[in-house]
């Protein structure tokens, strides 16, 4: 069994800056990659941001310069730093792990960026 816990998010004024964190525990063998995504309020589920054990990082268009995706394979954890932050970085955000064809999510943390 394999638990993914997110944690770090809370309310931010626009500009600022948060840093999210997600731990993988469990029957970890090896897990190919670690995602954020992100849902807001009647919208669908999209992705944030996605980084590869060998480091290879993607990210959506939207937050290109402001948010980093980095990883500590020893710990299974996954780090989600986002800076200037805007109103429509409001979302609930997923942890994603993908680990032997399977997708792990965590419960989701929420993100509000609000004056």
């Known amino acids: 069994q394999v638990r993914v816990v997110e944690s770090g998010g809370g309310l931010v004024q626009p500009g600022g800056s948060l840093r999210l964190s997600c731990k993988a525990s469990?029957?970890?063998?090896?897990?190919?990659?670690m995602d954020w995504y992100r849902q807001a309020p009647g919208k669908q589920r999209e992705l944030v941001a996605a980084?590869?054990?060998?480091?290879?990082?993607n990210y959506a268009e939207s937050v290109k310069g402001r948010f980093t995706i980095a990883r500590d394979n020893a710990k299974n954890t996954v780090y989600l730093q986002m800076a200037s932050m805007k109103p429509e970085d409001t979302a609930v955000y997923y942890c994603?792990?993908?680990?032997?064809?399977?997708?792990?999510w965590g419960q989701g943390t929420q993100v509000t960026v609000s004056s």
């Open positions: 994603n792990a993908f680990m032997t064809g399977v997708h792990y």
């Open positions: 469990g029957s970890i063998f090896s897990i190919n990659a």
């Open positions: 980084i590869t054990n060998s480091g290879t990082t």
